[in-house]
């Protein structure tokens, strides 16, 4: 049996570890997004730039880390189950995002804000209509990063018990079922390749074409 028929074959419980993987994926991506987005505004703020600067050298070191020993250290305090594995991916997540996020922030033209503030500009207003769209591109680069290391993380994730696709490949392992570890290994590629061909068209649409870059 090849990789094609084992799913044919296999749809129904296939189609529930795809749900599983992508909700784990949807929520820790929801929750890095959210974290992430929020301290890098916070650290580029001018009084706190000094150590925007720091976190920016510390998430760079953090990104050495591999994504296994994140899971095994949340697991210690967690246990078994899809919220180690939720915890684990958001964390990890959050290091792509916010660098790019205060990176791109820091690096906002000093000149652009005070015209802001001189055409009457509050300080929401400047960071929505000035800073945030200026740094648009390498925040959407950051959720992309985000999102394929998450896609491909949640599939040794499911060592803890939080299922997903992860158990196909995983159970093909200990069965010597190469059909199963290749259809695994197919649909999380499908799902990552496919996840950042949508945010490259989101980020087109959200990015102005003044600012955009090719992808």
Do not use: C
Not at 54 to 69: E, N
């Amino acid at each position: 049996m090849n990789a094609f028929q084992y799913l044919a074959q296999n749809w129904p419980e296939v189609s529930q570890k795809v749900v599983q993987h992508l909700e784990i994926v949807g929520i820790a991506v929801a929750g890095s997004l959210v974290i992430g987005l929020l301290l890098g505004i916070l650290v580029s703020r001018p009084r706190l730039q000094t150590i925007g600067r720091v976190i920016i050298a510390m998430t760079g070191i953090a990104q050495s880390i591999p994504s296994i020993a994140v899971i095994a250290l949340i697991f210690i305090y967690t246990g078994i189950g899809p919220r180690t594995a939720i915890i684990a991916l958001t964390a990890y997540g959050i290091v792509p995002i916010l660098f790019n996020v205060s990176s791109s922030m820091l690096m906002v033209p000093s000149d652009m804000r005070e015209a802001a503030r001189g055409m009457g500009m509050t300080p929401l207003q400047v960071l929505m209509r000035v800073e945030l769209p200026v740094a648009a591109q390498s925040i959407m680069s950051g959720v992309r990063t985000t999102v394929t290391v998450d896609v491909s993380t949640a599939t040794v994730a499911s060592v803890v018990g939080a299922g997903g696709i992860g158990d196909i490949i995983f159970v093909g392992l200990s069965v010597v079922r190469p059909d199963m570890i290749i259809a695994g290994t197919l649909l999380v590629a499908f799902i990552a390749v496919v996840s950042d061909l949508l945010l490259a068209l989101l980020q087109k649409s959200v990015v102005s074409r003044g600012l955009s870059t090719s992808s």
